[in-house]
């Protein structure tokens, strides 16, 4: 397998682009993954000029856009499961939003975690929390068609909330939606809370899985914590899994260029 290696570009904080983007590439990485809030406060008021010199640096630098995750992370208003379908539609019309930024960007997926923003209360089911999911999803499916992007529902562990836990229910509500649009995500900090096996969730989902992230529940980066990864390697490649592997961490004490640097490291040590 080759790999194709991606960093999320919120590990980088308040560097300068063109700084984060040479660290990014002397570490080995090709990929660059956008956290919305990175770039601006307001999608609306970040204009097609933006939004095309963001793409030409990033480009420039020798990196390619992934596309987009954290989607609803520092939004307020919008949430994927509540029962009041007039959030659930303001919702699906940000995530047709994000679609097009997207594709502006020249990224092509969009992970879609954000478990603040779909966590569900006591007084609703699993089944409807699933159900209003899928209704606020089918509202993009036109939006991610004419952009040629493609959600990947992300699974999250038990620790982020109570809303797709295991990869099986993000197959689940992909069923649902029905759409080739609608994939899944697996994370190896999220798959480590599953009783499941990480190599064999991966086996698993192969089939739907459209994009990768490499962590660990220490919130570290790959390789820095007690999850063994030359086994996740090694399943990737015997499924032939294409796409990106893009490291997220949520730890950023030792430094931006430490972590993309160790990360990487670690990540082709496993592959050895």
């Known amino acids: 397998m080759t790999v194709k290696y991606g960093i999320c570009n919120e590990t980088f904080g308040d560097m300068?682009?063109?700084e984060a983007l040479?660290?990014?590439k002397a570490?080995?990485?090709t990929g660059w993954e956008v956290a919305p809030f990175m770039l601006t406060d307001d999608v609306d008021s970040f204009t097609a000029e933006q939004r095309k010199a963001y793409r030409d640096e990033v480009t420039n630098a020798g990196l390619q856009i992934i596309g987009l995750h954290w989607l609803l992370a520092k939004t307020e208003g919008f949430h994927l499961t509540t029962l009041d379908e007039a959030v659930r539609d303001e919702t699906s019309k940000y995530l047709s939003k994000?679609?097009?930024l997207c594709g502006d960007l020249g990224g092509d997926v969009m992970v879609l975690g954000s478990p603040q923003q779909r966590n569900f209360p006591s007084s609703q089911t699993p089944e409807e929390a699933m159900a209003s999911a899928a209704d606020c999803l089918r509202g993009v499916v036109p939006t991610l068609q004419e952009q040629g992007v493609r959600i990947a529902i992300e699974p999250l562990g038990r620790g982020e909330g109570n809303f797709l836990n295991t990869a099986a229910e993000g197959r689940e509500l992909m069923r649902m939606v029905d759409s080739e649009h609608v994939q899944l995500h697996l994370d190896v900090k999220a798959m480590s809370d599953e009783p499941t096996e990480i190599t064999q969730i991966i086996r698993d989902n192969a089939d739907a899985m459209i994009h990768f992230h490499a962590n660990d529940?220490?919130?570290?980066g790959p390789g820095m914590g007690d999850v063994d990864f030359v086994p996740i390697f090694k399943t990737?490649?015997?499924v032939g899994y294409d796409g990106w592997v893009s490291v997220e961490v949520f730890d950023y004490a030792m430094g931006a260029e430490a972590i993309a640097n160790e990360s990487m490291r670690n990540m082709l040590q496993a592959q050895k």
Do not use: D, V
């Not at 529940?217 to 570290?220: I, T």
């Open 217 to 220: 529940p220490n919130l570290k």
């Open 27 to 29: 570490a080995g990485y």
């Open 236 to 238: 990737l490649s015997e």
């Open 22 to 24: 040479q660290i990014a």
């Open 16 to 18: 300068e682009l063109s």
């Open 98 to 100: 994000l679609a097009k």
